[in-house]
């Protein structure tokens, strides 16, 4: 039974209901039996008729059951907020395991004034979870007929529900694994609550600035005073110290002096004073924090703890948090600029989030340049709450926002970040910088595929898979995003080119090849229409030329030949000024075009003026990168969601022990030959056959499984050829004998097999993205190519496909210099096998299959090295 790991990780759970609140559950103790005993007595009639089947008497006996859970046979979760009053309990759901110990009995109590707004749908989420750590696969509830608000819950929770009726009583059962409906619903269920949750930060019709001095130069009445110029459409307040006005405006002291309750409260007082304004605030029924002040977990465990607290005094009144440690928020709808930056964010349809306030400055400066505006900038700060994944599901829905850019220096929910942008993305680009490339941490002995392995191959897989552009630098950024707001998807990767200067069409079409855009030469008959406009010394061919003689008219006669090209599936002008071309000209040229059916982008050298819905770039090299990147997007768009597979012939209950007996009085281990073994065939991985013997039992072993046959040294997570610890091709006897003499120890043998391809196929847990499966040329040279491809886990089929079907791998997959080609179905499945491995067992730390053979039919692995490490088992705070 997995029942220590549950109970460490329960002691907090937020969640976030339908009308954008948020609530904090965590698990009752001995201490909270007078809160629990008020909490029943304060439950309408009605409510404890429902609950109990009749009228309990409410005593401490009644509530004793759910003191202390064990989180084996039973377990039980409450909720609490702060009211008028004080703290109180409104919410107690728990589960209770029957006779039939794979079942468990589940259920709730929710106040009255707290019912209707799914917090028994969200209890019964984590009360699943938590049952399920401990093994148990069903639950089952008994409840009256006409409570039909309960029995909504289990309807809408998306589990596949059983009834059955008798008397006045239905009894309901349902599988807790989670089915693709329940995710499915789950997630509908987060986006409209966190939707509903930020609206007060992105549509305020009420602000107040606490720390707003009326002192000039101080963050607070800087901020202030930007809210003010920016001509915000709704109600402003100062707060201070003194109540000294601000920039005219009357302040006051306290959030209860305030004229009415506001919908978004910037907090930028001293680090010190935080948790009393936002105390302040947060009794006022605000429900929106924007918390500016640094000195919080950046800076140490003090601050920290700090942190921690601020979030559980939003999460007790139901409220959301930016920050701390950020530069605030602007929204155009509103026009709003709570932010301390020099200068308005210019409106426009960019959606931003930056974890670094600084670089939000920075980004400010290039876009004003380059043209660009925003619908919101979000200075997301420390993200002890909204994160880019919150922000992503806002900007999913909001119309002002046709492209979502993201800078990010980690992830604190990777997963929930693929699966969130990966369905953005299907509706607006999402386009990211990311920084802070770490370690995965040390590797006792690390396997191949940990070595080839790490935190940006990790971040590389997840922005593939979810579809999101990664730009390298804030100036590509900035670049793609000009392309991806003002031009049309390209339909390939043809590009035209069309300059006044030949070196200048080299440059850019030599960055086209970089970029993985292809420069053909043009079709005849466009070659011809160019001809009859340009000069007769012009070069035709691609890059075109028409000479430092051209002038805008020039351009316009060339121009559109190329578009109308069926070949060319976007175009890039170049320009340099000359004593018969002005750079202005070109600029007005260009700003005068109307929109065009392919990607149209220019270099105009000699002026940073803008080209209207032209992007332009000072360098031939930065049009190509930028358009590389929008294939990239079209590429993603045009290719098929993929699914996830339906894996048979898995048997977890047989695997689930082979870890838990190498972790008995363990941190970590490498599994011996045959714990390795067990583990792949408990998961349907094809595996060559062996014997593990001592070194006299070597021959008897390689004539029961046939010649010629190889030996290898049978110790935990040895790198076998490196060490000497392997004979190939033994061709009898004698040669076995020999070999086993010479490697020693426990042995390994096995027949010798030959496939078409040698491939490495592994396993690795990263610290923050979780399970990662690679793929790769295998045998002796796979970390010395490090060609492997990897794919974050679940791999969906297309994962798989293009994970096996890819890089140097694929070309060994497709029969390499006259070879076969391998079974390719047989190695998705094997990469398949892998994904659901390591996504149940994260004990398993890393797992090497290296060589593999690629046979015509099927696939084998031939070597296994598995290394497994206790895992924390910590669950995030945050639910959503």
Same mark, same amino acid.
């Given at each position: ?7 460490? %990780? ?24 007078? &809160?629990?005993?008020?909490?029943? !007595? ?56 029957l006779r039939d110990p794979a079942r468990a009995e589940v259920a709730f109590a929710v106040a009255d004034d707290m019912q209707g707004r799914g917090v028994g749908t969200r209890m019964l989420e984590q009360l699943a979870e938590t049952a399920a750590g401990a093994e148990v696969e069903a639950f089952v509830a008994e409840v009256l007929a006409e409570n039909s608000a309960m029995l909504s819950v ?10 059955? @009726? ?21 997630? !509908? ?17 009420? /602000? ?21 110029? *920016? ?24 959030? !209860? ?44 465990? #003090? ?35 709570? @932010? ?9 349809? /960019? ?24 619908? &919101? ?23 002002? @926002? ?6 990010? #220096? ?46 940006? %191959? ?43 200067? *030949? ?17 053909? #030469? ?28 051209? @002038? ?29 071309? #002005? ?58 969601? +993929? ?100 490697? +020693? ?9 030959? *496939? ?53 791998? +694929? ?31 994260? !004990? ?13 039919? *099927? ?22």
């Amino acid at each position: 039974m997995k029942t220590c790991g549950v109970k460490a %990780t329960l002691l907090t759970r937020d969640v976030i209901l339908r009308d954008g609140t948020t609530l904090r559950l965590r698990e009752p103790t001995a201490a909270d039996e007078p &809160a629990l005993l008020a909490f029943l !007595e304060g439950l309408s009639d009605r409510s404890l008729y429902l609950r109990f089947h009749g009228a309990p008497r409410i005593d401490p006996s009644l509530v004793t059951a759910f003191l202390d859970a064990d989180w084996h046979d039973r377990g039980a979760l409450v909720a609490g907020v702060d009211g008028d009053a004080g703290p109180r309990l409104v919410a107690l759901a728990s589960w209770s395991r029957l006779r039939d110990p794979a079942r468990a009995e589940v259920a709730f109590a929710v106040a009255d004034d707290m019912q209707g707004r799914g917090v028994g749908t969200r209890m019964l989420e984590q009360l699943a979870e938590t049952a399920a750590g401990a093994e148990v696969e069903a639950f089952v509830a008994e409840v009256l007929a006409e409570n039909s608000a309960m029995l909504s819950v289990f309807r809408d929770a998306g589990f596949d529900v059983a009834r059955t @009726t008798e008397g006045g009583t239905v009894e309901i059962r349902f599988d807790i694994a989670p089915t693709e409906r329940s995710v499915a619903t789950r997630e !509908e269920r987060d986006h409209e609550a966190v939707v509903a949750s930020l609206r007060p930060f992105f549509t305020p019709a009420s /602000i107040a600035v606490a720390g707003a001095s009326s002192r000039r130069g101080s963050i607070g009445g800087e901020l202030f005073r930007n809210v003010l110029t *920016g001509d915000f459409a709704g109600a402003a307040y100062p707060l201070n110290r003194r109540a000294k006005p601000v920039a005219g405006v009357r302040a006051y002291e306290r959030f !209860e002096d305030l004229p009415e309750p506001v919908d978004l409260a910037v907090l930028c007082v001293p680090a010190a004073a935080v948790l009393e304004a936002a105390g302040d605030a947060l009794a006022h029924e605000t429900r929106a924090l924007c918390v500016v002040t640094a000195g919080f977990a950046e800076t140490g465990m #003090e601050g920290a703890r700090r942190e921690s607290e601020l979030v559980a005094l939003a999460r007790a009144h139901g409220a959301r948090l930016v920050g701390p440690n950020c530069l605030g928020i602007a929204s155009a709808p509103p026009r709003l600029n709570a @932010t301390f930056a020099p200068r308005a964010f210019p409106a426009g349809s /960019i959606g931003f989030s930056s974890q670094s306030g600084a670089l939000g400055l920075a980004l400010l400066e290039q876009a004003e340049s380059a043209g660009l505006g925003f619908s &919101a900038f979000v200075s997301i700060g420390n993200k002890a709450d909204v994160s880019s994944n919150d922000l992503l599901e806002w900007w999913e829905d909001d119309d002002d @926002t046709a492209l979502v850019c993201l800078y990010l #220096e980690s992830f604190g929910n990777p997963r929930k970040f693929s699966r969130v942008a990966r369905r953005v993305a299907r509706r607006k680009p999402v386009l990211a910088v990311k920084s802070g490339a770490t370690s995965s941490g040390a590797r006792a002995a690390g396997s191949h595929t940990a070595a080839l392995a790490g935190s940006e %191959t990790a971040a590389e897989a997840l922005f593939r898979q979810a579809g999101v552009l990664r730009a390298a630098t804030l100036e590509e950024l900035v670049d793609v995003a000009s392309v991806l707001t003002r031009q049309p998807l390209p339909a390939g990767r043809r590009v035209a080119i069309l300059t006044n200067a *030949g070196g200048l069409g080299i440059l850019c079409a030599d960055a086209c090849d970089g970029a993985g855009l292809v420069v053909e #030469e043009l079709a005849a008959e466009t070659q011809e229409r160019i001809a009859a406009a340009a000069a007769a010394e012009a070069s035709l061919t691609n890059p075109v030329d028409i000479l430092g003689s051209a @002038t805008v008219d020039s351009y316009a006669a060339a121009l559109p030949p190329l578009l109308d090209d069926p070949a060319v599936d976007a175009v890039v002008v170049l320009s340099v000024p000359t004593v018969v071309l #002005e750079a202005g000209a070109v600029v007005r040229w260009l700003a005068s075009l109307g929109d065009t059916q392919k990607p149209l982008l220019a270099v105009v050298m000699g002026t940073d003026e803008p080209g209207g819905r032209i992007p332009t770039f000072r360098y031939p090299e930065a049009p190509a990168r930028a358009l590389g990147r929008v294939v990239e997007r079209a590429e993603w768009l045009r290719r098929p969601v +993929g699914s996830l597979p339906e894996l048979g012939g898995i048997d977890r209950d047989r695997a689930r022990p082979v870890v838990d007996e190498a972790l008995a009085g363990a941190e970590e281990a490498w599994l011996p030959a045959a714990s390795a073994r067990e583990l792949l065939v408990a998961y349907g991985i094809p595996v060559v056959p062996e014997r593990v013997v001592s070194s006299p039992e070597a021959v008897a072993a390689a004539t029961e499984l046939g010649f010629p046959a190889v030996v290898k040294s049978a110790a935990p997570g040895a790198h076998k050829t490196e060490t000497g610890g392997v004979a190939l091709d033994l061709a009898d006897e004698a040669e076995v004998r020999a070999a086993a003499e010479r490697i +020693g120890g426990v042995l390994l043998v096995q027949p010798m097999l030959r *496939g078409e391809a040698e491939l490495l196929a592994g396993l690795v847990q990263d610290p923050v993205f979780g399970p990662l499966v690679a793929f790769g040329p295998g045998g002796v040279f796979a970390e010395l190519i490090g060609r492997a491809e990897f794919r974050i886990a679940p791999l969906t089929d297309l994962d798989a496909a293009e994970l096996v079907g890819g890089g140097a791998a +694929g070309r060994l997959v497709v029969g390499y210099r006259g070879r076969a080609p391998s079974d390719a179905s047989a190695l998705r499945d094997l990469v398949h096998r892998l994904s659901a491995l390591g996504t149940d067992l994260p !004990e398993v730390a890393e797992l090497d299959l290296n060589p593999v053979l690629g046979l015509t039919d *099927g696939c084998v692995a031939l070597d296994a090295r598995v290394r497994v490490r206790r895992s924390d088992g910590a669950v995030p705070t945050k639910t959503w």
